[in-house]
Structure formats: structure tokens, C-alpha cells
């Protein structure tokens, strides 16, 4: 065999020569330039990733319709099976972390545990196997959803951290585990979604009532403008027919009376369950607030004037059905009277609809309570 045959003569060309300091250089200046522009990437992509988040922070649909795009941009980003974002759930000494999937409570723990001590006290995110985490039941009942990575979602307040939840994710698609580098990044990510979690529940105490978790009054007032102005602008022709938007008002029947028999207790009762009552009736579309003491107001976009009475007639059903317990376990009757009206045909504009529907309101409770009466069109005003 010849000289220039032997194996060791081979060479790779993109390795530098042993003992060639020209070439070390230049391989090391290409090994930081790559470094650098992933680097790079990886930093334009979390920025990306971190705008469009926090553009979705203050969702009006809620909470749960914020995580979930959040769920979804994670599994898209990194190439993950799943995602899920384990939530606070602040109840004063019981607070606590939960996982809701699909309406069920698939996981939970408590706030002062070792796994959430283990996490608050995490530089960053942790595979569930670490040896801070792996010996914890959580950490088994994660795994056990098919749940392999977490990211502490942390927030500093005056220096001190405080978890406002965990992201979890499922196992890579393209490589298992996450490499150093990713892990770094999903940290990052965690410490950012931790901030605009805060301020989407900052958001959402601003525009919803505390005590009946439905809209706040101010929010209502946005959202009926806002609407009054869509058919407004493209009230031509839709569906062959013209745009419109109901207006419902509602009252509880003899609210004053429970309060003063009963205590602001089971009046507070009663105003949850309504509202409760009025959230499983109307649509998606549709928004319901408190409008001021034990009234309430619906938005029904869409939604003409016979369409209208017919919702405000299922609430007014449904929440006849209502059971309300007083003291001792006494069932208490709760009635509604409701008034409603609609854009444009009853009213010219936002106040005048208002004004309209609560004249038909007071009709309802003139006629004797627990009733449906709408206003009369304009032009039989």
C-alpha cells in the first residue's frame, strides 16, 4: 500500500490541522459565530413569542381563554406533545395549585408543599427528574400525565419570589431531553409569562364584578358602544335582514326583603347564584354584567326583538328554578323581572336604549314581578 493511501492520511477539512494555531482561531471564531447567531435567534424568538402573549394578556373572553393560546403557542415553539399551565388559586391560608384540563381537575398541590418550595427557590426550568424534584409525589403525578419539563412561573415582589403558577410540558418531538441551551429559554419564557399572568388577573379584577364573577358595570358600558357602533357601521344588510343589538335588563324580585329576613349573606347568595343561573343561559357571543345592586344587564349582539323576549324568557325560567338555601337549610324562592330592548328600532343611541329597556323593566315589576316586557318600538313610543 502506497504512502498517500494510509488511513491516517485522511483528513477532515473542517477540523484545524494539530498544532496549527491559525487554524484553531478560525475554527473557534466559526464555533462562537454560530453560537452567537442562535443566540440571536433564540432571543428574537422569545421576544416574539413574548409580545404576542402579552397582547393576549388582557383578553376580554377571560383567564382560561388567555392560558389556553398560551398552552398552544408553547406546544408550537418548542415542539412539545403538551402544555399546560398549573394555576394559582389564591383562597386566603388554602391557597393552592391546579391543573384544569377540559373542565376536570387533573392535578394539585399545596402552596407550602416541597415541590412548590423546590420550585420557587428553581433558577430556572427543571426536568421533572432532577434530583430537587424527582423523589416528590407531584413530580409522580405529573409524569403521570405525560408531563416531563416545568418552568416556574415567578414574579419579584419587593425581591421576594413569589409562583403564580408552573408551565409543564410534554416530551420533545424532535429531541429528548431539552438541551441546557432550551432549558435556559423555557426559564426565561416562565419568568415572563409569570408578569403578564399577573397583569391579565390585574385586568380582570378591573372589568369583573368580585362577588358574581360576571362583568363589571364600566365594562358593560364599553361593550354595549362598542356594539351600538358595529351596527351602526355595518348595519346595511346581514342575512337579509338589518343588524340589531337586545338589550336586556333584570332585576331580582323583592331583593331588599331577602337581605333584611335573611342577611347579607344569603343575599350575597342569591346575587351568585343569578348570575350563575344567566351564565349557563346565554350564548358565547353574549355579555352579562352587574349593572348596580341586584340588576343585572345582557348584551345580545345579533339578536332582534323577538329573539330577545325569548332569551330574557329562558332566564327568567331558569332562574325560577334556582335553589338558594337560607338558614337552616330553607329553600328561598328567587323570581327576576326583565325588560327588554333593541338597536335601533326602540332607541337612537346608547342611552336611549339603556333608558329604554329599564322603562320596560319597571313596567315588569309594575304588572307584578317575575315577568318578561319589552319596550315599544320608536315609533309607537
Known sequence: MGESARPEAAQDPSRPLAGDPVAELRAEKQRLETLVRKQALDFKTLLEMANAINERSLDPRGIESYLSYICHAVRGQFGVTRAHVVRETPEGEGRRYQLVDRGRLSFECDAGSPFVLALTRASGAMPLTHPDLTQLPESAKLRALELETVAPLLRFQDGKPELKGILAVGRRLVRAPFAPEDLQMFGLLGSILAISLHNAELHRRAIVDGLTQVYSRGHFDLALDAEIARVERYGTHHRDEDRKVSLVMMDIDHFKKIN???????????????????????????????????EFALIAPETNKEEGIRMAERLRARILDSKVEGPGGKPIAVTASFGVATFPGDAADLRGLVAAADRALYQAKERGRNQVVAAPTREHA
Open 260 to 294: 333584611d329576613a335573611h342577611g347579607h349573606q344569603v343575599g350575597d347568595a342569591v346575587l351568585r347564584a343569578v348570575a350563575h343561573a344567566t351564565k349557563l343561559t346565554v350564548r358565547k357571543s353574549d355579555l352579562v354584567a352587574r349593572y348596580g345592586g341586584e
